[in-house]
């Protein structure tokens, strides 16, 4: 069994900072890629950010220059800071990792998001 758990969703005006984390637990073995998705009601899930194993980063344009993706290994966490924040930021943030369990098996994981509302 493999978890997701995001935390620090909330409200905040535009122009703040909201800073969310993600811990993986249960029969991992090892992360790959780890990184945060965002949706909009109506909308399909869009990438905002990952970052490998090693550290390379990705993010969607959007967001460059405003967010940080960052990680933990040793902890099985990945971060995500995010500034100067918008009201079009505002969506349901997903945590996501690609892992593999304890059993060997590949497992594309999700988190069960937090809200993210940015007010104008």
């Known amino acids: 069994q493999v978890q997701l758990v995001e935390s620090g969703g909330g409200l905040v005006q535009a122009g703040g900072s909201l800073s969310l984390s993600c811990a993986a637990s249960g029969s991992i073995f090892s992360i790959n890629t780890m990184g945060w998705y965002r949706q909009t009601p109506g909308n399909q899930r869009e990438l905002v950010a990952t970052?490998?194993?090693?550290?390379?980063?990705n993010y969607a344009d959007s967001v460059k220059g405003r967010f940080t993706i960052s990680r933990d290994n040793a902890k099985k966490m990945v971060y995500l800071q995010m500034n100067t924040l918008r009201p079009e930021d505002t969506a349901v943030y997903y945590c996501?990792?690609?892992?593999?369990?304890?059993?060997?098996?590949?497992?594309?994981?999700w988190g069960q998001g937090t809200q993210v509302t940015v007010s104008a």
């Open positions: 996501n990792a690609e892992l593999y369990t304890t059993g060997a098996s590949y497992k594309n994981a």
């Open positions: 970052i490998t194993r090693g550290g390379s980063t």
